[in-house]
């Protein structure tokens, strides 16, 4: 039993692993076909995880309605929705001028966006938060942040004769962009070794292992 | 540990090994090749040479076909494979030692198709017309020169001043290409005054310019300019010759005059010029002919020959022109050039691709092309999809208007071919596999040593200590904890270490009886995520307690996933919010409506877009690499620690190599810049 919940994974998953490491240094056709296969099985894979998520989501309202939880009625909905849209979809198809692309040009796009819009004040109160002055690192963060929209606007340009946009390069292109490319080495090395750690066995946790 | 070690060491000799069993060559020497292994064209300096028509709309193209290989004597492949790597821009010194090496032994090159024989004389003026047929109208002002100089003694300054400012603006023309309609013009116009005199000629062109060709967008204002005045001179070049009437404003005398006919009728000046403004026409036409310049030592060679007879040359050059194209033709026909010819005379040459030639390859680099600054400056193209065993023939046409000029190849040629076969190892990434090697040698290291001391010390991360705390928070609370595992899918990193840190959550949750919610974005890391939470909660023995956790996919859409997690957080009231993955604009609309229910939160993410917003919201946040380093934090697990700081040494690897690279690179030494390219 132990061999097939954690030794059998790890096997697979070094196989695997390394060959795909070999992969990003092998152009010979003879090993970018297997790889193409893989991609395939992966598509088959996460295709059928449709069910799984389905299965999730249909069960976990319909327990909500019958059990009556609070806002059991968006869920009333949201089976609604899921069910008419499913028929719609089976029955006529999907794509431009079909039912199901009336429904996504119509519904689910205004609603998206209605959903993203609400970040314009979400952004507005985060900004408060970040700019209260509170200590000299929050000054200094509202300092910037303020050259930084005056940069954006013409307002900025105007004010400052052509200063302030320059000002707000340097910091975008300098400081800012040091410190990003300072996160993404971190990242890039940090990657490396939990891709080595996972590709070596020594990391099980994923596979619900632990130490 | 040993296993691992042997595991390791196994893999990076199979790279190695695989690496020089293929026998690749050194980045530098076979730069970048394709995924299907396919030579890369080069394309080296000297392109800046043609920037200056490239400026004013010319345009260089790519065009190729395919040869069967079967096909191809073999003596043949193995020429080509020899010279595969086409140079189609060499210097200025290699072209003229080119050009000599024509000049002393024509009979190598087969390209050549029509050869007139100027005597020093006339160097200057087919100076000025190579330049033309070349495309080298930067050297035109050196012949124009030359000529200046040969003609000073013979003729009348004036009207050698009117002839050159001609010559300067054929090439202006020339320069400018004339637009789309303008050779399709020329031919009408030339066919309606063919059988008309001189200055009849230049009026009717006059007017058809005039009427025809001024204001038409397909006609370039500039040539139309060019020619009015050039018409204009012609005139006045005519006049002279023709011993009309002279215009006052050139006060020409008499008696200069008078010389000066007599000089250019001796030298047969017009005879030369007449056919080597045909010949001029001709090869502008036909693309491929070659104009080579001869000297004294060869027409004496050629009359020692007796192939062309004396009288002939005598007369003029028109006829010897004539008489050694036959010559040559027949030479050429048993050459190599006819074998080619015949092999590749039904497929026809294919476009690659067009652009500018004022393109800046460095910035805007067209698709096909990829540039280098490595070695000598070099253009590379890089071709896809092409099949493996077959031999294809390439070429690079500079086009002014409609006016074609192939470049020559690195060996004088016009084409350059390439067969294509796979690779065993991609030479552009050997540096990759360096730097993997040794940062991966560091972290096995590390793991070695974290063996035999297990108390390693490790930099207190503030983010992940506040893990517990909410996890205890929302204990004492009696409410659920949210753990939110982004938007990526399972084969992405940081979907791996936040399933890492969830199986430590889900464990802390199971032993103290504290609700647990994962809703996910999903369904294949939904199906991990149960499993995780399954495992941990038999890791606790709360296996009965399974159902106090929640794991439920919601949608793959951002903004469907957003309202329905905002949706429990606003129902439920979780106290803890814990956001560990990979998130996109999702992120702020949930940790904010997570803040704003007084909910502590902890967010890690290696989105750097999403950094600010998780800091401005969130109470504690794993920057980047943390988001990664949670699980040895947590776990305090030997290996995974040692994996930590062999992470942290290979950190400080990198800042020495930058430091290091900085210096060099600012004390002028780009060796470390071109490792890393």
Same mark, same amino acid.
């Given at each position: 039993?132990?061999?097939?919940?954690?030794?059998?994974?790890?096997?697979?998953?070094?196989?695997?692993?390394?060959?795909?490491?070999?992969?990003?240094?092998?152009?010979?056709?003879?090993?970018?076909?297997?790889?193409?296969?893989?991609?395939?099985?992966?598509?088959?894979?996460?295709?059928?995880?449709?069910?799984?998520?389905?299965?999730?989501?249909? *069960?976990?309202?319909?327990?909500?309605?019958?059990?009556?939880?609070?806002?059991?009625?968006? *869920?009333?909905?949201?089976?609604?929705?899921?069910?008419?849209?499913?028929?719609?979809?089976?029955?006529?198809?999907?794509?431009?001028?079909?039912?199901?692309?009336?429904?996504?040009?119509?519904?689910?796009?205004?609603?998206?966006?209605?959903?993203?819009?609400?970040?314009?004040?979400?952004?507005?109160?985060?900004?408060?938060?970040?700019?209260?002055?509170?200590?000299?690192?929050?000054?200094?963060?509202?300092?910037?942040?303020?050259?930084?929209?005056?940069?954006?606007?013409?307002?900025?340009?105007?004010?400052?004769?052509?200063?302030?946009?320059?000002?707000?390069?340097?910091?975008?292109?300098?400081?800012?962009?040091?410190?990003?490319?300072?996160?993404?080495?971190?990242?890039?090395?940090?990657?490396?070794?939990?891709?080595?750690?996972?590709?070596?066995?020594?990391?099980?946790?994923?596979?619900?292992?632990?130490? | 540990?040993?296993?691992?070690?042997?595991?390791?060491?196994?893999?990076?000799?199979?790279?190695?090994?695989? %690496?020089?069993?293929?026998?690749?060559?050194?980045?530098?020497?076979?730069?970048?090749?394709?995924?299907?292994?396919?030579?890369?064209?080069?394309?080296?300096?000297?392109?800046?040479?043609?920037?200056?028509?490239?400026?004013?709309?010319?345009?260089?193209?790519?065009?190729?076909?395919?040869?069967?290989?079967?096909?191809?004597?073999?003596?043949?492949?193995?020429?080509?494979?020899?010279?595969?790597?086409?140079?189609?821009?060499?210097?200025?010194?290699?072209?003229?030692?080119?050009?000599?090496?024509?000049?002393?032994?024509?009979?190598?090159?087969?390209?050549?198709?029509?050869?007139?024989?100027?005597?020093?004389?006339?160097?200057?003026?087919?100076?000025?017309?190579?330049?033309?047929?070349?495309?080298?109208?930067?050297?035109?002002?050196?012949?124009?020169?030359?000529?200046?100089?040969?003609?000073?003694?013979?003729?009348?300054?004036?009207?050698?001043?009117?002839?050159?400012?001609?010559?300067?603006?054929?090439?202006?023309?020339?320069?400018?290409?004339?637009?789309?309609?303008?050779?399709?013009?020329?031919?009408?116009?030339?066919?309606?005054?063919?059988?008309?005199?001189?200055?009849?000629?230049?009026?009717?062109?006059?007017?058809?310019?005039?009427?025809?060709?001024?204001?038409?967008?397909?006609?370039?204002?500039?040539?139309?300019?060019?020619?009015?005045?050039?018409?204009?001179?012609?005139?006045?070049?005519?006049?002279?010759?023709?011993?009309?009437?002279?215009?006052?404003?050139?006060?020409?005398?008499?008696?200069?005059?008078?010389?000066?006919?007599?000089?250019?009728?001796?030298?047969?000046?017009?005879?030369?010029?007449?056919?080597?403004?045909?010949?001029?026409?001709?090869?502008?036409?036909?693309?491929?002919?070659?104009?080579?310049?001869?000297?004294?030592?060869?027409?004496?060679?050629?009359?020692?020959?007796?192939?062309?007879?004396?009288?002939?040359?005598?007369?003029?050059?028109?006829?010897?022109?004539?008489?050694?194209?036959?010559?040559?033709?027949?030479?050429?026909?048993?050459?190599?050039?006819?074998?080619?010819?015949?092999?590749?005379?039904?497929?026809?040459?294919?476009?690659?691709?067009?652009?500018?030639?004022?393109?800046?390859?460095?910035?805007?680099?067209?698709?096909?092309?990829?540039?280098?600054?490595?070695?000598?400056?070099?253009?590379?193209?890089?071709?896809?999809?092409?099949?493996?065993?077959?031999?294809?023939?390439?070429?690079?046409? %500079?086009?002014?208007?409609?006016?074609?000029?192939?470049?020559?190849?690195?060996?004088?040629?016009?084409?350059?071919?390439?067969?294509?076969?796979?690779?065993?190892?991609?030479?552009?990434?050997?540096?990759?596999?360096?730097?993997?090697?040794?940062?991966?040698?560091?972290?096995?290291?590390?793991?070695?040593?974290?063996?035999?001391?297990?108390?390693?010390?490790?930099?207190?991360?503030?983010?992940?200590?506040?893990?517990?705390?909410?996890?205890?928070?929302?204990?004492?609370?009696?409410?659920?904890?949210?753990?939110?595992?982004?938007?990526?899918?399972?084969?992405?990193?940081?979907?791996?270490?936040?399933?890492?840190?969830?199986?430590?959550?889900?464990?802390?949750?199971?032993?103290?009886?504290?609700?647990?919610?994962?809703?996910?974005?999903?369904?294949?890391?939904?199906?991990?995520?149960?499993?995780?939470?399954?495992?941990?909660?038999?890791?606790?023995?709360?296996?009965?307690?399974?159902?106090?956790?929640?794991?439920?996919?919601?949608?793959?859409?951002?903004?469907?996933?957003?309202?329905?997690?905002?949706?429990?957080?606003?129902?439920?009231?979780?106290?803890?919010?814990?956001?560990?993955?990979?998130?996109?604009?999702?992120?702020?609309?949930?940790?904010?409506?997570?803040?704003?229910?007084?909910?502590?939160?902890?967010?890690?993410?290696?989105?750097?877009?999403?950094?600010?917003?998780?800091?401005?919201?969130?109470?504690?946040?794993?920057?980047?690499?943390?988001?990664?380093?949670?699980?040895?934090?947590?776990?305090?697990?030997?290996?995974?620690?040692?994996?930590?700081?062999?992470?942290?040494?290979?950190?400080?690897?990198?800042?020495?190599?930058?430091?290091?690279?900085?210096?060099?690179?600012?004390?002028?030494?780009?060796?470390?810049?071109?490792?890393?390219?």
């Amino acid at each position: 039993m132990r061999f097939f919940r954690t030794i059998l994974p790890i096997i697979f998953c070094f196989v695997t692993g390394a060959f795909a490491c070999l992969l990003s240094f092998i152009p010979h056709p003879a090993v970018q076909e297997p790889t193409n296969m893989l991609n395939d099985w992966a598509i088959v894979i996460t295709t059928f995880s449709v069910v799984l998520a389905v299965q999730s989501f249909v *069960s976990r309202h319909t327990k909500s309605i019958a059990s009556r939880k609070p806002g059991w009625g968006y *869920s009333a909905v949201t089976m609604v929705t899921l069910t008419g849209a499913a028929f719609i979809g089976i029955f006529w198809g999907k794509g431009p001028g079909t039912p199901m692309g009336w429904v996504y040009e119509h519904m689910i796009t205004p609603l998206s966006s209605t959903v993203y819009c609400l970040s314009v004040f979400f952004i507005a109160s985060a900004a408060y938060k970040a700019f209260r002055v509170r200590s000299s690192g929050a000054t200094l963060l509202l300092i910037t942040g303020l050259i930084v929209m005056l940069g954006q606007i013409p307002f900025g340009a105007m004010i400052s004769g052509g200063f302030i946009p320059l000002v707000k390069d340097w910091i975008l292109e300098v400081p800012n962009m040091s410190a990003q490319r300072g996160i993404l080495l971190g990242l890039a090395l940090a990657m490396f070794a939990t891709s080595l750690k996972i590709l070596l066995g020594i990391e099980r946790t994923y596979l619900g292992k632990g130490d | 540990m040993r296993i691992f070690m042997f595991k390791y060491i196994l893999a990076i000799c199979g790279l190695f090994i695989l %690496l020089f069993v293929s026998g690749c060559e050194p980045p530098a020497k076979r730069i970048n090749p394709p995924r299907t292994g396919i030579e890369s064209l080069q394309q080296p300096q000297g392109l800046r040479a043609y920037d200056s028509p490239g400026d004013k709309g010319g345009s260089i193209i790519l065009t190729w076909k395919s040869v069967k290989t079967e096909n191809t004597p073999d003596f043949l492949i193995r020429e080509e494979i020899r010279r595969r790597q086409f140079k189609a821009f060499i210097s200025e010194k290699e072209k003229e030692q080119i050009r000599k090496a024509v000049r002393a032994d024509y009979s190598a090159e087969p390209e050549i198709d029509y050869i007139v024989y100027s005597p020093k004389k006339y160097e200057g003026l087919m100076k000025v017309l190579a330049a033309f047929y070349s495309g080298e109208t930067g050297k035109i002002n050196d012949g124009v020169k030359a000529f200046q100089s040969s003609w000073k003694k013979y003729g009348n300054t004036k009207r050698l001043e009117i002839i050159i400012s001609l010559i300067r603006f054929s090439r202006d023309i020339l320069d400018d290409g004339g637009g789309p309609a303008w050779k399709t013009e020329l031919k009408k116009w030339r066919e309606e005054t063919r059988k008309l005199g001189f200055a009849d000629k230049c009026d009717k062109l006059e007017e058809y310019i005039k009427s025809n060709l001024v204001g038409r967008r397909d006609v370039s204002d500039v040539s139309v300019s060019l020619t009015l005045k050039l018409l204009e001179l012609a005139r006045i070049e005519g006049d002279i010759r023709g011993l009309g009437e002279i215009k006052p404003s050139l006060e020409f005398k008499k008696k200069p005059y008078g010389r000066f006919r007599k000089g250019l009728n001796d030298m047969g000046t017009r005879a030369v010029r007449k056919e080597a403004s045909a010949l001029l026409e001709r090869l502008m036409k036909e693309n491929r002919a070659r104009l080579a310049v001869g000297e004294d030592k060869w027409l004496a060679d050629l009359k020692s020959s007796r192939e062309i007879d004396e009288k002939t040359l005598k007369k003029g050059l028109g006829p010897v022109y004539e008489n050694m194209k036959e010559r040559f033709l027949e030479m050429f026909s048993k050459s190599r050039l006819k074998v080619i010819e015949n092999i590749e005379a039904n497929v026809e040459w294919g476009l690659l691709q067009k652009f500018n030639s004022s393109v800046n390859f460095k910035k805007e680099t067209p698709s096909a092309c990829e540039w280098r600054e490595s070695g000598e400056d070099a253009h590379y193209f890089q071709l896809w999809g092409m099949e493996d065993g077959v031999k294809y023939r390439f070429r690079v046409e %500079l086009q002014m208007g409609e006016n074609k000029i192939n470049v020559q190849a690195e060996d004088g040629g016009s084409e350059v071919a390439a067969v294509p076969g796979p690779d065993w190892f991609y030479a552009g990434k050997l540096n990759l596999l360096i730097v993997v090697a040794l940062l991966g040698t560091i972290i096995i290291l590390f793991l070695w040593r974290a063996k035999r001391n297990p108390n390693m010390f490790l930099r207190k991360i503030a983010g992940l200590d506040a893990v517990d705390d909410s996890i205890g928070r929302a204990t004492e609370m009696g409410r659920d904890i949210l753990y939110l595992m982004g938007n990526g899918q399972m084969s992405d990193l940081p979907t791996i270490a936040s399933a890492n840190i969830l199986s430590r959550v889900a464990r802390e949750a199971a032993k103290h009886n504290t609700k647990l919610k994962v809703p996910c974005f999903d369904p294949v890391v939904m199906s991990v995520a149960r499993d995780i939470v399954k495992e941990a909660y038999l890791a606790e023995g709360k296996i009965d307690d399974l159902s106090n956790c929640e794991v439920f996919f919601v949608s793959q859409d951002p903004f469907s996933y957003a309202a329905n997690v905002d949706g429990v957080i606003l129902r439920d009231k979780p106290a803890t919010n814990l956001m560990m993955g990979q998130f996109g604009p999702e992120a702020l609309l949930i940790s904010e409506v997570g803040a704003s229910q007084g909910m502590i939160q902890v967010s890690g993410t290696n989105e750097i877009s999403q950094l600010p917003f998780f800091i401005t919201t969130t109470d504690y946040t794993l920057i980047g690499e943390e988001l990664f380093a949670a699980s040895a934090y947590l776990s305090r697990n030997s290996k995974l620690l040692g994996n930590l700081k062999g992470q942290d040494a290979g950190k400080l690897l990198l800042i020495i190599v930058i430091i290091l690279g900085t210096i060099l690179s600012t004390l002028g030494f780009d060796i470390l810049v071109k490792f890393f390219e």
